[in-house]
């Protein structure tokens, strides 16, 4: 049914990255002053690869700190990769890193300078690959100096850090195995050092730097690195300099012109350039070797050459990154992660074809959903990158579409799109974007994620904005999450008067309007929800004079059965919470529930009934009611319930049925007894594995145990009695006590 569902061994890792507090446990230090994390289960021990795995996925979810990191004890666990990207990490933190010996390191984003983190001996001689982009590792002397002990490094990665004219010098002439260096994004001002590893050098990139502008230096410099295979001198798209106005020409323009130079080059990334058609054709035509070449941002990529396969020119072989096809696009996103610029444009292009809807967008594609959640899960701070990247994502999992990828890569879609609306809760039509996403049956009823956190930014958003279609999505999407949450956390988004007061102020428009259409439900059954088991926002609920609100929708919308039934099923919500029910009993709203009770329709009719039985448990001395004797109730009650038939489907759903306790006491009157055991009698009968296994659980045998002892009861009582023992005896439900 499902494209691409996730494997055994990373389902099993992912589930102990979410329970590390019921798989480990704290151990003091009292030597190193800390806590340390450990396995419950002393004999645990996981491989190199399980190892590293479980890092990464700590480090992806943010979960990696110092406590963490201790879990990697080296009687547990073996390391040879260190991936520790985007980490609260101290000095203290990193010291476990001695104890592996490691050949690679991400720590992209780190704040411990490089000289203080101790790594044994093993580790400074053999490491090959370092990636400190975006780190404070580099940002004092020392630390550019203690790089010399690194003397086995290969690949290393300084982008976007303070590296410098000389700590370039410093870099090149102490790691004489050096072959792959990115030096983006830094303050290199000139590239002659690369002069000492000319002869190894098979990978520069130096997207944004400086020396990239000082076009004959740096010329003369790169014709003289004759290894190279991947060469990225790419620009992030102004092609202006900051200071002289002129375009900033492209420092190989001369050399793309001569064959002769970078015969060995598989790849070129000269996105950002302006660079002339005929330069890259014939660099193209002279270089069977390569096979990528990075223009987005440039006419180029949209030159015959380069996009028609009849074209003389065209190389078969040649991936493209820019913006005139599909394929150029894919190729962008998956080489330009990093890079907002590229793939802000990328994903705006990538949004036509998702909304035109193209035969290659007509049917599931995952492929692209995997290229996208990388850049956002990147550039979560990006506008741009954010507004494109969301609205992607919903042409992608809409409809047909959506219901073929897996569920663990539409959870990665809910928590990207959310973590969007949480940064930017201001920006409607990101907002618009992220509500069209989650306003799928599939994703909220299928898909595991944060439902509470989720329910809570709906909500914000509610509130945020007056319009029509961020209301329509937002009560929809909160009617559902509301009634998959738990009592503690509806209470908790009850309890915040502005979210009820949004809520009931829509109903009293639709009243106003006289509208009864799908917000106007949504809401009511939101409000339902949000109500059911929750006292606090029950009380909310009635502060905001939403009794007077209720009775006002019940005489607008009369006859109406689905407006009915939710008013009246959050209302019964009311009337379960002892504290309230006093402000129920008035005449007006009692004389109204009391003609409903006779409605039609069995559902409205149940609820009206419930709500009555709830107010009646209070005893007879708080019926405060002149107008309707308490004994002409209880009869009308005994009689209309006598008259149901038991329908077909189920016509409510309950969380507990601890409120039907109460009502089930012995000097409760007999018709109390009669609504509750037809109630739980109709529940268990149309899903006896949920409702019977509840009963069970609640203690609820016991309850109707003792009902039946009492003797004298109501002919249907008995009858109804006797289904649910049946019921109960004939499942799992029952011998489980």
Known sequence: MYDSPKLLQDACVNFISNNLDDLCEELACPEEAKVKLTFKTPEVYLHRHLSELLLRILTEKGLLDDKVLSLFDPAHTTLQSAFISNSRLTVSGLRVLRAHNLLQIDAKCLEVPLSDINLNSWTLSHLHSLNLASSKALDNVKSLISIRAMQNIVSLNVSDTNLNDQGLGIVVNSLSRLENLDISSTQVSSIVPLLQCAARLKSLSAYDVPATHENETTETVLATLSELRFLDISDSGGNVHPLGGQEVKCPVKGLLERPEHFQQLHGLELSGRNVSDDAVRKFVQHHPKLQFLGLMLTDVCFRDFLVDPNHPCYNWQLEVAGEASEAQLLESLKRHTSRAAYAQKALYNLFSLTKEMTDDFKRARLDVIKLILPVMRRHPQQLGVQMAATACLYNLTKGDMGSKVHPCWLRQVVELTMLAMENFPTHLQLQKNSLLTLCSDRILQEVTFDKFHCAHLVMECLCQFDDNLVRRMAVAICSILAAK???????????????????????????????????????????????????????????EDGLALFINVLHTFAGEKAIETKVLGLVSNLAEVKDLRNALMRDDFMGLISDLLFAENIDVSYFAAGILCHIISDGPDCWTLQDTPLDTILQRLEKRVCEWENPQGEMVAYRSFKPFFRLLQAEMPRQLHLWAVWAIYHVCSKNPTRYCTMLVEEGGRQVLEELVTLGNHHPLVEEKLGKITELLNAGPHYKVL
Not at 485 to 512: C, D, F, N, W
């Open 485 to 543: 949450i738990s009592t503690t956390q509806t209470t908790q988004l009850g309890s915040i008067p502005r979210y009820m007061q949004r809520l009931l102020a829509i109903v009293k428009e639709k009243i106003e309007d006289r509208a009864m259409d799908v917000i106007m439900t949504f809401t009511l059954s939101a409000l339902w929800n949000l109500t059911d088991e929750s006292p606090v926002t029950c009380k909310v609920v009635l502060d």
